[in-house]
């Protein structure tokens, strides 16, 4: 079982950025591939940026690529998501996620086993 806390999100102004931090407990989260995902207010949840495991491959949403940069940290169990350029479309719940299986970069929220609480971002216009 590994339990996720997201931190770093708030309210920014368009052109801004924010990095969001999510914590693993647990002896694992070195095996697990990472992902990032977000719900805006009336929208589904959709997927961000994913990492794997061992940080060695990334990929992004078009929506995000060139703005956003996902990494990790496996010694400090900690996983980021620096955010760059903020729109305020940008606007949502976010949340991390860990997927266990770890045999793809996954874009699909129903294949990831670990979620945490979410962490409110707000870009102003």
């Known amino acids: 079982q590994v339990q996720l806390v997201e931190s770093g999100g708030g309210l920014v102004q368009a052109g801004g950025s924010l990095r969001l931090s999510c914590a693993a407990s647990g002896r694992t989260f070195s095996r697990y591939n990472m992902g990032w995902f977000r719900q805006a207010p009336g929208k589904e949840r959709e997927f961000v940026a994913a990492i794997r495991y061992s940080g060695s491959s990334t990929f992004y949403a078009d929506s995000v690529e060139g703005r956003f940069t996902i990494s990790r940290d496996n010694a400090k169990n900690t996983v980021y998501l620096q955010m760059n350029s903020l729109k305020p479309e940008d606007t949502a719940v976010y949340y991390c996620?860990?997927?266990?299986?770890?045999?793809?970069?996954?874009?699909?929220?129903?294949?990831?086993?670990?979620w945490g609480q979410g962490t409110q971002v707000t870009v102003s216009s």
């Open positions: 996620a860990a997927d266990r299986r770890a045999m793809g970069l996954r874009t699909v929220d129903a294949s990831y086993d670990y």
